[in-house]
C-alpha cells in the first residue's frame, strides 16, 4: 500500500536559517504530494500541493519540487520565523484508482528559536 | 480559520460510553473524510463519504464506530463504547470531489479524553 516517511520529528533551528524538512513516498500509482502545516491547536491547513514531476512549487515563503525518480518532496524555506514553529505533515493520494484517502506521515515537529 | 466546523472541542467520557462528535463540512463540499490524530500525532483514517453514501471505512470503525452524514445536517461519529486507547482527537475534512487534486480542508478536531 501507500506510504509516506517523514525521517525527523523534530528539527530545531534559529530564526534567519534555511530548513529542509524530507519527505519520501512509495505508491503503485501516479502520485499527488502534499504539505500540511498544524499550529498548536488548529486544524492542519494546506502549504503545498503537487502531481507534476521536476517543477518547484510555492507558497508563504516556502517551496517543494516533486521528484518523481526519487520519490521525494521535500519542504524547503530560505529563512525561517518564530510563526513557522508548527508540525508538518507530508501527505500522500493516488491520481488513480478507487481508494482516494489521504494517507499522511508521522510528521515533523519544527522549533524555532529566537 | 477553518471553514469546517467540528463540535464540540472537548470530550470527555468514561470507558463504556458513548462518544458522539459533530462536523459541518464546507458548504459545497459534499466528499467528508473522519481522521484520528493520536497522541504521536499519527494520522489513521477512518472512513469517508460523498454525500450521504459511505465509501470506505477500516475495519476498527465497522465494529464500534458509526458515521453518518444525513442532507441537511452535521456530519457525525460516534463511538458506542469508548475505550481508553479511544482517547486522541478526530479530524473531521471536507473536499470539493473525489479526484486526487482536490484538497481536503480540515476542522479543529475533536478531542476525546477517555477516563
Known amino acids: 500500500g501507500d506510504s509516506v516517511t517523514q525521517t525527523e520529528g523534530l528539527v530545531t533551528l534559529t530564526k534567519g536559517l534555511p530548513v529542509m524538512l524530507n519527505c519520501t513516498y512509495q505508491?503503485?500509482?501516479?502520485?499527488?504530494l502534499f504539505w500540511y502545516v498544524q499550529h498548536l491547536n488548529e486544524a492542519p491547513k494546506l502549504l503545498l500541493k503537487?502531481?507534476?514531476?521536476?517543477k518547484r512549487t510555492e507558497h508563504q515563503g516556502f517551496y517543494a519540487t516533486l521528484h518523481k525518480s526519487s520519490s521525494s518532496f521535500h519542504l524547503q524555506k530560505s529563512s525561517v520565523q518564530l510563526s513557522d514553529s508548527a508540525l508538518y505533515f507530508c501527505?500522500?493520494?493516488?491520481?488513480?484508482?478507487?481508494?482516494?484517502?489521504?494517507?499522511f506521515g508521522a510528521g515533523t515537529r519544527l522549533a524555532v528559536c529566537p | 480559520n477553518s471553514k469546517v466546523i467540528q463540535t464540540p472541542r472537548y470530550l470527555v467520557k468514561g470507558q463504556g460510553q458513548k462518544a458522539k462528535m459533530r462536523c459541518i463540512p464546507e458548504k459545497g463540499h459534499p466528499v467528508v473524510f473522519w481522521y484520528q490524530q493520536n497522541k504521536n500525532n499519527e494520522f489513521k483514517f477512518l472512513i469517508n463519504f460523498q454525500n450521504q453514501e459511505v465509501l470506505q471505512q477500516i475495519d476498527m470503525t465497522e465494529k464500534r464506530f458509526s458515521a453518518e452524514c444525513p442532507s441537511n445536517s452535521p456530519c457525525s461519529l460516534e463511538i458506542q463504547s469508548s475505550e481508553a486507547g479511544d482517547s486522541a482527537l478526530y479530524l473531521c475534512?471536507?473536499?470539493?470531489?473525489?479526484?486526487?487534486?482536490?484538497?481536503?480542508?480540515f476542522g479543529a478536531g475533536t478531542r476525546l479524553s477517555v477516563l
Open positions: 501527505a500522500l493520494r493516488e491520481l488513480s484508482g478507487s481508494f482516494n484517502k489521504l494517507t
Open positions: 475534512a471536507s473536499s470539493r470531489d473525489w479526484g486526487s487534486q482536490n484538497t481536503l480542508y
Open positions: 505508491t503503485t500509482y501516479s502520485p499527488f
Open positions: 503537487s502531481s507534476t514531476d521536476n
